[in-house]
């Protein structure tokens, strides 16, 4: 009789671990796959590189968003007001 003392107890406990390890156990699996796919680099702020002007306006023109003249015209801008230029 002594054994049944508080059976009750670890007999709610019991499933509730198991699913708290479960649960642990496919936290960590998804934080390290996370990580090791560079996902958590692009939200870093800091390791993401800004795009300069050129290669927006370059983009921009590929994508068919400005036509010919408009591209060539703020290439001269862009040139035009570059740091160094005269």
Do not use: C
């Not at 390791?47 to 703020?74: H, M, Q, V």
């Amino acid at each position: 009789m002594m054994y049944w003392n508080g059976g009750w107890a670890w007999m709610t406990f019991m499933p509730l671990l198991w699913i708290a390890l479960i649960g642990l156990v496919v936290w960590a699996v998804i934080r390290l796959t996370q990580q090791s796919s560079g996902r958590r680099d692009a939200a870093d702020p800091r390791k993401t590189s800004r795009e300069t002007p050129e290669e927006i306006l370059d983009r921009r023109f590929a994508s068919g968003e400005i036509d010919p003249d408009a591209y060539a015209e703020a290439r001269k801008r862009l040139a035009a007001h570059r740091p160094g230029s005269p």
